[in-house]
């Protein structure tokens, strides 16, 4: 019906939609054409394809409206014209009748069931089982199962299309056609196949050894069908997944199946086997070859879909294995010039994970020509590709800066030019010898930049690290300029970013003193008070100021309260001979603020886990265990100020953990070598040391990492305690001549406890709209119980203890609990290990001896996980 709606494109502006203007009530009216004695079968087509208009655009009818048309609807049965009967079984399907109305159809359409016509028997089986309930299942399940077996594919297909509906409500049927869908398996059609395997499957998919005798006999060649083995190809991996352990000479089961499988003469099989083998954990060079080899063919291919799934997917591999896709970098450079600009957007994202230093430059050039025929949303993609590559290369800062440079002077939205900007800011952050560079690159865009929030974000952030650089004074003139050429909110920002630097360059005081004083003469009042402000705080109108550091802490220092809520405070302060007390304004963040790339400086940059993704893969002994699920925060495990500083990162894949430690030597004349942590998992039952990366020489003030690498039970979140002790041999080191001894001495020092808990299984992922996130993901998998907390001092204290022990992003604000209040609701999402959505509703009540009662609701898209969090919760 799509095709009828006029899109908006070059073409004739004298198209027009045929339902332009449509009305429910004049289509109601002319629906009493079903009524005519004799019908006409055109007009009815007609008025029926305007109802399933309004019905599929949203427009609802009341009972008695449905009731009407669905009475008038069933006097069309008498008309013998196929097409008009096709149209009313759609008609019927979308009405979806109730029981008692259902009633007025089922012998028709059961008469239809047996008829002559394979056409009307298709399609009275696919209404019949959407509007009957289980009771005329029952009684019609007979003839279900003869059309499954059907000598019509078109019957076959419609009865087993209509047995995968039938499962998710009333399976018991279903499973009884176990003998019948088997049989349909080894069809020769090859709709009638793909659709027997896939209810088959659906039928066996809770029992994980039917499925696997399921593929065993099936992957012995009895698949004809692409589609059916593209499936088949689809259930051989989950197997593979599901396997606890390969077989004793190392092989995969059922890979010989896969690898067969790039040989096959259709092509989507072959791009399935290949997308299978490259998505496998831990997948080895020698088994990523023969896939890697088939995609570099079809990158050469006539067909854009070929070309664009080749590519894809080699996109995909190119981010665990940069490696294993540098042999097809030649073809891949031929289609950056492709018709078609997604393949050549992912080409060259591609390309910039793949290609070597010395290339860069080569590749840059290239791209220049592209980016100008490419739409906003792909060049944001090839920007952060090119932030990532300058953080892989960063002696190629100057090239990559230089070329974002470029591209942010040209037309471009502001996500796209935030995008820019964003990754500027992130490589002045991560590559120290970018910093001026990059400054100077966002100095010369503010001049023209037309977006107000830019501009701010900008003139703060260099207000920040201007001042650090070794000569900040080339930046005042920049900063001045828009205080004399912007609009208000921009010429605010610009002022303090003037303070800021007359705050830390001593020799620049003098010269701000002046600006700010120019700024006293500013139309705008906030212009005017911030200059009066930041010149009585420095000193520049001749009064006293305050101390150094409490100018830097007022001017640098983040404000301990939300601003949000200070806004809101000051709005309903009413004046009165109290003065505005700050301390009243309530503490709590509002929910919702992200820091981000332009914002105040996060905790860690945005590129943070790329950076600990491309440490590890870079390690030999920690390379085969897939891709990165997570990685935390630091946690110190030593106090402030002793002489060796460690804090350690927990990086979490599928099948292990990697503990990194980063080591800091604080004694002058020491240096020390062979530094390990020796690590006791006498308390994590459930975890085996596998591999042991010790660091060859920690000097002093130079930060230096070790790693330790355990394995634990795939899908299961192991958590346990581990004790940790810091081994190493010291050198003295001369201070006069800064050489260390040849001999040294062993010695340990012992380090603070780490845990595995249940939230490191967890990714904190939020959903802007939590109703919708919780009806889509339906309550097939949801789990319900209820749980004791015991005495707590307050509801807020066990709400965020549940928080924090289920490591879940907060929704909509609900982490915040309302003072003296006796019951409280708290939505969480979140992304547990293995990429699965789970959403959770939280009910707490509190009695008057401070008992707190919960009620958790979790819904997932894997029963097990629901499973989890409830266990987590009741452990």
């Not at 997570?630 to 599928?654: C, G, M, Q, R």
């Not at 008992?851 to 898209?861: D, G, I, T």
Request: aromatic share 8%; glycine share 4%.
């Amino acid at each position: 019906m799509a095709q009828y709606i006029k899109k908006v494109d070059d073409r004739d502006e004298d198209e027009y939609s045929p339902f332009l203007g449509i009305e429910k009530g004049a289509v109601l009216q002319e629906a009493r054409v079903f009524n005519d004695s004799q019908l006409d079968s055109r007009r009815c087509s007609q008025v029926i394809t305007k109802l399933l208009y309004l019905l599929n655009q949203g427009e609802t009818f009341t009972k008695v409206e449905a009731t009407e048309v669905f009475f008038s609807v069933t006097k069309l049965f008498q008309s013998k014209d196929v097409g008009l009967r096709r149209m009313v079984y759609l008609i019927i399907k979308e009405l979806s009748p109730s029981s008692d109305e259902v009633i007025m159809v089922t012998s028709s359409l059961m008469k239809d069931m047996n008829s002559k016509t394979d056409v009307y028997r298709a399609n009275a089986i696919r209404v019949l089982c959407r509007i009957t309930d289980a009771t005329l299942l029952t009684q019609i399940e007979r003839y279900l199962k003869q059309a499954v077996v059907d000598k019509n594919p078109v019957v076959a297909s419609a009865a087993l299309v209509s047995g995968i509906h039938i499962l998710q409500t009333n399976p018991e049927i279903v499973k009884r056609w176990s003998n019948e869908v088997q049989e349909a398996v080894q069809s020769r059609a090859a709709l009638v196949q793909f659709h027997a395997l896939a209810l088959l499957h659906q039928i066996r998919q809770n029992d994980r050894l039917a499925v696997s005798k399921l593929v065993t006999s099936l992957t012995r060649g009895s698949v004809r069908s692409p589609l059916a083995q593209c499936l088949l190809i689809r259930y051989t991996s989950q197997v593979i997944r599901e396997s606890s352990t390969n077989n004793q000479s190392g092989e995969r089961p059922f890979y010989d199946y896969l690898e067969g499988c790039l040989r096959h003469k259709s092509e989507m099989v072959i791009l399935e086997a290949a997308r299978a083998i490259t998505e496998f954990n831990g997948v080895t060079s020698r088994e990523l070859t023969p896939a890697i080899t088939v995609l570099q063919l079809f990158l050469s291919s006539s067909k854009p879909v070929l070309r664009f799934a080749a590519v894809r997917t080699l996109n995909k591999v190119a981010m665990t294995h940069p490696m294993a896709v540098t042999n097809c970098n030649i073809d891949m450079e031929s289609l950056i010039s492709d018709q078609n600009r997604s393949i050549a957007t992912l080409a060259i994202t591609t390309l910039l994970k793949t290609g070597n230093e010395s290339g860069v430059d080569r590749l840059m050039k290239q791209i220049t020509n592209f980016m100008s025929d490419i739409a906003d949303e792909f060049k944001i993609v090839v920007v952060d590709a090119i932030r990532s590559l300058c953080l892989k290369f960063p002696l190629k800062y100057r090239s990559l800066m230089n070329f974002l440079s470029n591209i942010l002077r040209e037309e471009g939205g502001f996500e796209y030019k935030k995008a820019i900007v964003d990754s500027i800011v992130i490589l002045i952050r991560d590559i120290p010898d970018a910093k001026e560079i990059g400054l100077l690159h966002l100095c010369e865009f503010i001049e023209d930049c037309e977006f107000t929030y830019l501009s701010t974000q900008i003139l703060h952030f260099l207000g920040v690290e201007g001042p650090k650089t070794a000569d900040p004074s080339k930046y005042i003139r920049y900063i001045y300029n828009r205080v004399i050429l912007e609009n208000a909110t921009v010429r605010a920002s610009a002022v303090s970013t003037l303070a800021k630097f007359g705050a830390v360059v001593d020799s620049l005081k003098p010269r701000v003193f002046v600006l700010l004083r120019r700024c006293l003469y500013d139309i705008d009042d906030e212009v005017r008070d911030r200059a009066t402000l930041y010149l009585n705080t420095l000193g520049g109108d001749g009064s006293v100021v305050e101390t150094d550091k409490d100018v830097k802490d007022f001017l640098f220092g983040s404000l301990d309260i939300p601003l949000v809520n200070l806004e809101t405070s000051l709005k309903n302060y009413e004046p009165t001979e109290e003065p505005f007390d700050i301390n009243s304004v309530e503490n709590i963040p509002a929910a919702g603020n992200k820091p981000t790339a332009l914002g105040a400086q996060p905790p860690a940059p945005a590129s943070t886990v790329d950076t600990y993704e491309n440490l590890l893969s870079s390690i030999p002994e920690f390379s085969t265990f897939g891709n990165l699920f997570k990685s935390s925060a630091p946690v110190e495990l030593t106090e402030a100020e002793t002489e060796y500083a460690v804090n350690v990162v927990k990086h979490i894949f599928d099948k292990h953990v990697v503990f990194q430690y980063n080591c800091t030597n604080t004694i002058p004349e020491q240096l020390l070598e062979n530094v390990v942590v020796v690590v006791d998992a006498s308390e994590a039952e459930e975890f085996a040391e596998l591999a042991t990366k010790p660091l060859n020489s920690l000097p002093y003030g130079a930060p230096g990492q070790t790693f330790v690498a355990f394995e634990k039970p795939e899908g299961v979140p192991a958590v346990g305690r581990f004790s940790n002790v810091l081994k190493f041999l010291v050198k003295e080191v001369d201070p006069s001549s800064g050489y260390a001894e040849e001999d040294g001495v062993e010695d340990e020092y012992q380090l603070e406890d780490s845990e595995i808990v249940a939230a490191d299984y967890m990714l904190k992922v939020g959903v802007s709209n939590f109703r919708n996130a919780w009806e889509s993901l339906g309550p097939e998998f949801e789990r319900v119980d209820e749980y004791g907390l015991g005495p707590r001092e307050s509801l807020s204290e066990a709400v965020n203890a549940v928080i924090n022990l289920l490591g879940m992003q907060p929704c909509e604000g609900t982490e915040v609990v309302a003072a003296n209040s006796r019951s409280h609701s708290c939505l969480l999402s979140g992304v547990y290990i293995g990429n699965v959505k789970v959403l959770v509703r939280l009910s707490f009540g509190v009695d008057s001896s401070k008992e707190v009662a919960m009620k958790l609701a979790v819904r997932s898209e894997d029963e097990s996980v629901s499973d989890v969090i409830h266990d987590v919760v009741a452990n």
